[in-house]
């Protein structure tokens, strides 16, 4: 089973360890490694918060910036060909090649469904 969570911009991935009989997650989208576990999906959400609210907390005690969740600016490199396409599939949905491609990610992300 993997699922995710999400509080104050954070997301977690959380999956069931079957030999422990816990479920466990990790913040995703920093670097540092931020780990958490419970036994039951409500404590699991309540450690998930904990662990969230420590890692800001810690960061300032330290003097360090916590990672903010993702910035929204993606700059990637494609095959001129690709981009020649994409140009044009997004010109003709009436859409800018930013849009269009934001549109074509998210489905993407999202298992071909639109969040």
């Known amino acids: 089973m993997t ?3 999400t509080y104050k911009g954070y997301s977690a991935r959380i999956e069931y360890d079957d030999e422990d ?3 466990t997650g990790q913040i995703a989208g920093i670097r540092d490694g931020v780990g958490f576990h419970a036994d039951s999906v409500e404590e699991l959400k309540e450690a998930f918060h904990e662990a969230v ?6 960061c300032a005690k330290v003097g360090k ?3 903010k ?5 993606v700059m990637f490199r494609v095959d001129p060909e690709v981009h020649r396409k994409a140009a044009l599939a997004a ?7 930013n849009q269009w491609a934001e549109d074509v990610l998210n ?7 639109p969040a």
Not at 53 to 58: M, P, Q, R
Not at 69 to 73: F, L, V
């Open 3 to 5: 699922n995710t969570m």
């Open 21 to 23: 009989g816990i479920m």
């Open 53 to 58: 609210d420590d890692y800001v907390e810690t």
């Open 65 to 67: 910036e916590p990672q």
């Open 69 to 73: 969740p993702y910035s929204g600016r």
């Open 91 to 97: 010109e003709l949905s009436g859409k800018s090649l």
């Open 107 to 113: 489905r993407a992300a999202c298992g071909g469904h």
